[in-house]
């Protein structure tokens, strides 16, 4: 179970002076639970995302992850403890092949190819193609990203972070990549917390939060939260309320 | 005889462990340690009163290695060798050079090497060369190779040189004349650290019809060390040339990298790419996500870079 009490993040540049991007947020995640961060683009779901696996250290509040106290444990801690982060943009290495990359996640360095085709087949990609590929720029947007995924799907954790992982994938993999959250999701091996603005993906959650101006706005189910997020899209559009 | 040290470094810079299988010479302390020639690569030392050796591969010799390699363990040696090859027509053969010195002295050990490879037509040369230093001495390992290349018409070396930590200083100077059809590629690995220093002058000439070249050179500066690149590229006739330089830069290291392609023909088509940056600040995020350390994941990336 994860726990977030009173995380406020705060930053000062001198052009800006202060700007709060998280205000005293408060959160209990159960376990096996999917949960969707939904909002408007600059409302702090990913800041808020990366203060829970470390990536951004918040200026108050604290962090609990299965009753322990993890606020002050680095990104690597935090990773060995069982959470996982898929960036929204993932970073490309020169070098570094696929294979490589889902042996260093799975923490196994005798990884099979059988298991490495397993991940790839979940985010759509065959493995003949691609284990033995870098990387690289050679790579699409959409590739890595998938490469991104399936690395954490080699990383079993109990708690897995996906920062829009609809972004840059075409809707065939996408398809699949759906079919891969329900499974996780039913078989109740991990929880998930998913940022993303996909209508697809929204349905698939136990819980949707909005988070917006650094507050959570707005948590319920599909049912309840679905028709406000449409609302409030019309409604914040001049053109389309004339 | 060679001691638990040597076989250390010959390991290290020919993946020997043993004897070699085929063609093989080695070179220890400015001396011959062992040589022993085959069918068909013959080793013969060099006339004249140079230093070095001759080796001729009889045409069509095919899947057949020959290893060639120097160590060096005497604090203060300096030496000055020529390798010559001349390779037949229609060959396929692995070549395995590399030095490896072991200074545990105060005085600086030196190779400077030239080696200069003739490949007949069709010729297929896969060329290995790895430079390895070692020593808890104040001595410094220099080590200066030349390598110059002739391809005749449909030839092709592929030149992988790798020198990872260990040498002080060192001023590489390659040159691979390519003939009609002919292809050179050279593979660079580089990491210094401390105060070394490394050169590296690269010139591939393309002067036959439908020739091609190719530069990749990674390199990785660490601590204080410098190093300067110069691949240059010519084209003489209708041919492709690409040079790649790739550098990470760390700690107060400094890197040069001056690529140049020089078209004297209207039907060359050269391109270069040069970029020199430190590893991406999201590189080691996403490795210490999987579990890695800042430490480990610098590491894994600099083993992947180098790779």
């Known amino acids: 179970m994860l726990e977030l009490k009173n995380i406020s993040y705060t930053v000062s540049t001198p ?156 809707l065939w993999s996408f398809a699949r990549l759906t079919e891969t959250f329900e499974q996780i999701h039913r078989e109740h091996t991990a929880s998930m917390i998913i940022i993303s603005h996909q209508e697809r993906i929204i349905q698939l959650a136990d819980e949707i939060i909005v988070v917006g101006g650094g507050e959570l706005r707005h948590r319920g189910t599909t049912e309840e939260i679905f028709p406000l997020i449409m609302a409030d899209t019309l409604g914040s559009c001049p053109v389309l309320n004339r | 005889m060679l001691t638990e040290i040597d076989s250390r470094l010959l390991e290290k810079i020919a993946d020997l462990t043993g004897k070699p299988v085929g063609a093989f010479n080695i070179r220890k302390d400015s001396g011959c340690e062992a040589r022993q020639s085959t069918e068909h690569i013959e080793i013969t030392p060099q006339s004249e009163g140079k230093s070095g050796i001759v080796i001729r591969i009889k045409p069509g010799t095919k899947g057949e290695q020959c290893h060639i390699p120097v160590i060096i363990s005497k604090s203060g040696l300096s030496e000055m ?108 690995r580089l990491l210094t650290h401390g105060h070394q220093e490394a050169t590296s002058d690269m010139e591939i000439v393309l002067d036959g019809e439908n020739a091609r070249g190719r530069v990749i050179s990674r390199s990785v500066a660490q601590d204080e060390s410098s190093q300067l690149f110069y691949p240059r590229m010519v084209g003489n006739a209708k041919c492709f040339g690409h040079v790649q330089c790739d550098s990470i830069i760390m700690g107060s290291a400094k890197i040069r990298s001056i690529p140049e392609i020089a078209a004297n023909s209207t039907d060359a088509q050269l391109i270069h790419e040069a970029a020199i940056g430190k590893i991406a600040g999201d590189q080691l995020l996403k490795l210490q996500t999987l579990g890695l350390t800042a430490e480990e994941a610098e590491d894994t990336i600099l083993k992947g870079f180098l790779a």
């Open chain 1, 15 to 170: 052009e800006a002076g202060e700007q709060t991007i998280l205000k005293n947020i408060s959160l209990t995640i159960p376990d096996s639970k999917l949960i969707v961060f939904t909002g408007p683009n600059g409302g702090g779901k990913t800041t808020l995302a990366k203060v829970i696996m470390g990536l951004v250290t918040p200026t108050g509040g604290q962090i609990f992850w299965n009753g322990e106290d993890i606020t002050a444990l680095d990104i690597t801690a935090r990773a060995r403890l069982g959470i996982s982060y898929g960036f929204q943009q993932p970073p490309r290495f020169k070098g570094i092949t696929v294979r490589d990359l889902l042996t260093i996640a799975s923490g196994d360095s005798k990884l099979s190819k059988d298991q490495c085709c397993r991940y790839l087949t979940q985010v759509g990609l065959c493995a003949n193609d691609y284990l033995d590929r870098e990387v690289d720029v050679s790579l699409s947007g959409g590739e890595v990203k998938r490469i991104e995924i399936a690395t954490l799907l080699a990383r079993h954790s109990a708690l897995m972070i996906f920062d829009e992982p609809e972004a840059g994938i075409d």
């Open chain 2, 81 to 188: 060798v020529y390798n010559d090859f001349y390779i037949g027509e229609d060959c396929d053969v692995d070549i395995v050079a590399g030095c490896g010195i072991h200074n545990t002295g105060c005085d600086e050990s030196r190779h400077d090497g030239v080696h200069t490879f003739y490949v007949g037509k069709n010729s297929r040369v896969h060329y290995a060369e790895k430079h390895y230093g070692e020593g808890d001495g104040n001595g410094k390992n220099v080590m200066n190779p030349q390598t110059i290349v002739y391809l005749e018409e449909g030839a092709s070396i592929q030149m992988e040189t790798v020198q990872i930590r260990g040498i002080d200083s060192t001023k590489r100077y390659t040159k691979i004349v390519c003939g009609k059809d002919a292809e050179g590629v050279i593979t660079e």
